[in-house]
C-alpha cells in the first residue's frame, strides 16, 4: 500500500524558515517523480514544486521561487521542502504527492503557520 | 494554462445526474485528471487523462472532453459525494481549478 506521510509543520515567525519531510513507503521511490501541493484555509490548490525521480532537475512555482527548495533522499524514500523567507501567504496545509497519472497518491497533509 | 471551473456551487438531489465543467485557457491535450476533496481531507484522485477512472472509484464518476474544455459528470448522485471537486492540468506546467462545492439539495 502507497503511503506519503508529512511531518515538520507548525507554526513559525515571518522572516524564518521551516523544513517539511515526506516519508514513502509501498512503492518504489527512486522510480518517481515528486511534488508539493499546498491548500491555504479555505481556499483552492496550490502546485509548489516538483522534482524529478533522481533529483537532478527541479521546478517551482512563481510564489516561492528562489525561498523554496525541494530535494530528496532517495536512501530514505524521503521527500523535503525548505522553506526559507516565509512570509504569511505561506500559512497552508501542505501535500507532498506522486505526480503519475495526474497525482494519483497524496500524503494526508501537514499544516505550515506563518505569524508573529 | 488557467483553469476555470462552473459552476463554484452546485445544489443537486439525491439520484441527479450532475456534470462539473473545467475550461482551460489552452489547449490541454486531454492531461486533465479530477479530485474529489471531502472536508478535512486531502484530495482523492477520481479521473486521470481526462476519462480513466482511478482504480477503486464508483462507476458513476465519469469524465470526458478534448482541447480546452473538460467536464466530470456523477450519473447518480449519492450523499458521500457531497465535496469540492478540483480538475488538474498537467500539459502544460502543472494548474488547479478553483474547485465546485457540490451539496445534496
Known amino acids: 500500500e502507497v503511503q506519503l506521510v508529512e511531518s515538520g509543520g507548525g507554526l513559525v515567525q515571518p522572516g524564518r524558515s521551516l523544513k517539511l519531510s515526506c516519508a514513502a513507503s509501498g512503492f518504489t521511490f527512486s522510480d518517481y517523480n515528486m511534488a508539493w501541493v499546498r491548500q491555504a484555509p479555505t481556499k483552492g490548490l496550490e502546485w509548489v514544486a516538483s522534482?524529478?525521480?533522481?533529483?537532478?532537475?527541479?521546478h517551482y512555482g512563481d510564489s516561492v521561487k528562489g525561498r523554496f527548495t525541494i530535494s530528496r533522499d532517495n536512501a530514505k524514500s524521503t521527500l523535503y521542502l525548505q522553506m526559507d523567507s516565509l512570509r504569511s501567504e505561506d500559512t497552508a496545509t501542505y501535500y507532498c504527492?506522486?505526480?503519475?497519472?495526474?497525482?494519483?497518491?497524496w500524503g494526508q497533509g501537514v499544516m505550515v503557520t506563518v505569524s508573529s | 494554462i488557467q483553469l476555470t471551473q462552473s459552476p463554484s456551487l452546485l445544489s443537486a438531489s439525491v439520484g441527479d445526474r450532475v456534470t462539473l465543467s473545467c475550461k482551460g485557457s489552452?489547449?490541454?491535450?486531454?492531461?486533465l485528471a479530477w479530485y474529489q476533496q471531502k472536508l478535512g481531507e486531502a484530495p482523492k484522485l477520481l479521473i486521470y487523462?481526462?476519462?480513466s477512472l482511478q482504480t477503486g472509484i464508483p462507476s458513476r464518476f465519469s469524465g470526458s472532453g478534448s482541447g480546452t474544455d473538460y467536464t466530470l459528470t456523477i450519473s447518480s448522485l449519492q450523499p458521500e459525494d457531497v465535496a469540492t471537486y478540483f480538475c488538474y492540468q498537467y500539459n502544460n506546467g502543472l494548474t488547479f481549478g478553483s474547485g465546485t462545492k457540490l451539496e445534496i439539495k
Open positions: 489552452q489547449n490541454i491535450n486531454n492531461y
Open positions: 522534482i524529478s525521480y533522481g533529483g537532478s532537475n527541479t
Open positions: 487523462n481526462t476519462n
Open positions: 504527492a506522486r505526480p503519475y497519472s495526474g497525482l494519483d497518491y
